[in-house]
């Protein structure tokens, strides 16, 4: 088979059907036999410039049941009808080719209907009628026949609400295996820590808002915002954990949601960080339209190709989310997917940036009360071209589940994934996610390993080496920092005193830093020259578990933390 065809097993037992060729037709739709409960799709032979192989399960109303892409780097998909509840015995598969032939396509010209072999309807409902396909599909009627369906569902006394949990539908992977510890403070303000039932705040922290450690010189400069509609006193973030904090541009980022004291979600949640002079700009009401609701534990990422930051996921006391938001930083306007497929509700997951589609690993999602909440160990593929999930077909030794770990992309090769927990086991293992072969594999470490950990940061400092620091390891807050070499698979821990305060759940980024910035340490703050250009690694906010939330924003030269070693 040497050249590009796409094929389809039908059943445990059918041998696989071309349907897309080299020569053929883009575009065809098969109908799927009602003994079959299980469909295979792959793709086999060069992909040369073909895009991708869209592919729908639709239900006799033409309404998808689930969906899904192949791509040069997805080469499989496949569907069990135990999955999907609206799988009927009138079910057709539709698939289309992009790119590569796509020139000497007829669009015009209908649908291919093939007949499985062996397959011989009786009573079942017929197939497709020829069609035109017009590249868009209109979600509305969809959607609103979901929400009549979601209307209809009794939520009782559910202990975690998912807003969209009348759309879509999640499978547990499995229970965790214990409860939280009664002497955690800070962290019983999460939604995975939503397990002590009915305690009515009673460990609800009674933190200092925006405490700056007295540990750390930081300096931090603010300026008020320029715009007039700025009305808020506040020249700085308070203080809060379970924020994220995205780069995009080499001056500035964008911080968004986390938690404070007394578990209070924070006022003021967004904040734009200018790294020229290392100032605050409180920007909630610079963007337009809906922005998203207070959060923590969800994960943001910008893709520097559309200018876009991608918010997914996290949760707000019984709340758990799994929409998609993007901010548009060049119009700094919001807007939220009406994403086709199937993403359960997730938060403190991890979620890489590869090839303009977003892989989201791991993460807690909720159960009904009184069962605890359960960890993922799934992986999940947003693709914000088609706003689909999807779920790819992968291999090898995957993660235990877990929540609270880290993802780091190395070369654009491998994610790294780092630590977590799933209540009681906090973990310090490593495993790689190989992004050519879908092969996931445990990494043998050498030197000293970090101990086990969740809600630690982690950054890249070169195409070789990344860092954590902080994290929390079911007892206290960590302000150990170590840095892995990819090329060697060891670690090395590196102490410096900027990075000597205990903290969990904060932000980890390095940007470049152009003119003057200062790092803090220990001694007095330094200063460098100004017009030089270096990196930097900046650290924000956090918890150290004993009450106290922190604004602070700390700065190192990955220089210096390389020059550690």
């Not at 991708?52 to 040069?72: F, H």
């Amino acid at each position: 088979m040497d050249e590009f065809g796409v094929y389809a097993v039908f059943g445990v037992n059918g041998p696989p059907q071309r349907l897309l060729s080299a020569e053929g037709s883009c575009r065809v739709a098969v109908a799927v036999p009602p003994s079959v409960r299980q469909v295979v799709l792959f793709s086999c032979g060069p992909w040369g410039d073909r895009i991708c192989v869209n592919a729908e399960l639709n239900d006799a109303e033409r309404v998808p049941i689930t969906i899904g892409k192949l791509t040069p780097y997805n080469k499989c998909l496949s569907w069990e009808q135990w999955e999907e509840e609206t799988w009927t015995d009138s079910v057709t598969l539709n698939v289309t080719l992009e790119g590569g032939n796509l020139g000497k396509a007829n669009w015009s010209e209908p649908q291919l209907i093939l007949a499985v072999k062996e397959y011989t309807p009786k009573d079942t409902v017929a197939p497709f009628a020829p069609r035109e396909l017009n590249g868009k599909r209109k979600r509305e009627r969809v959607a609103e026949e979901e929400l009549d369906e979601g209307m209809e569902t009794k939520r009782g006394e559910e202990e975690n609400v998912c807003p969209n949990g009348g759309l879509e539908k999640t499978t547990p992977v499995r229970k965790v295996r214990g409860q939280t510890k009664g002497s955690q403070k800070l962290f019983t303000s999460r939604g995975d820590i939503n397990k002590t039932k009915g305690a009515n705040g009673a460990g609800e922290a009674q933190g200092i808002v925006g405490r700056t450690p007295p540990q750390s010189a930081a300096r931090t400069k603010s300026r008020q915002a320029k715009t007039p509609t700025q009305t808020a006193l506040l020249v700085s973030p308070s203080g809060r954990w379970g924020q994220t904090l995205c780069p995009i541009d080499a001056q500035t980022a964008i911080l968004i949601g986390g938690q404070g004291a007394r578990m209070q979600f924070c006022k003021d949640p967004m904040w734009k960080l200018c790294t020229e002079d290392m100032s605050w700009v409180a920007a909630e009401t610079l963007a337009e339209g809906p922005t998203p609701e207070a959060r923590i534990g969800h994960t943001a990422i910008y893709d520097p190709d559309s200018k876009r930051i991608f918010v997914f996921g996290g949760s707000k006391n019984k709340k758990w989310f799994n929409d998609v938001h993007i901010l548009d930083t060049q119009s700094w306007k919001w807007t939220m997917v009406e994403a086709q497929g199937k993403v359960p509700p997730l938060a403190y997951h991890s979620c890489s940036m590869f090839r303009g589609e977003l892989f989201v690993l791991g993460g807690v999602f909720p159960r009904p009360n009184p069962e605890p909440d359960g960890c993922s160990d799934s992986l999940y593929i947003f693709d914000p071209h088609l706003s689909i999930w999807y779920e790819p077909i992968v291999t090898g030794d995957k993660p235990s589940p877990r929540s609270g770990h880290s993802a780091c992309v190395m070369q654009e090769r491998k994610i790294y994934v780092f630590g977590g927990w799933d209540t009681p086991v906090c973990y310090n293992d490593m495993y790689t996610l190989d992004l050519g072969l879908m092969e996931f594999s445990a990494v043998k470490t050498t030197g000293k390993a970090p101990s086990p950990r969740s809600w630690h940061g982690s950054a890249v400092l070169s195409d070789t080496k990344f860092m954590i620091h902080g994290g929390y390891n079911g007892n206290n807050a960590l302000s150990d920092t170590f840095i892995f070499d990819t090329d060697t698979n060891c670690w090395t821990e590196v102490t410096l005193p900027q990075l000597s305060v205990p903290r969990a759940g904060h932000s980890i980024i390095t940007m470049e830093t152009a003119g003057r910035h200062y790092f803090s340490g220990e001694a007095e703050d330094v200063e460098m020259d100004a017009g030089s250009i270096s990196r930097t690694l900046l650290v924000f906010g956090g918890g150290d578990n004993e009450g106290n939330f922190y604004s602070d924003l700390t700065t190192v030269t990955v220089e210096e933390l390389l020059a550690a070693i």
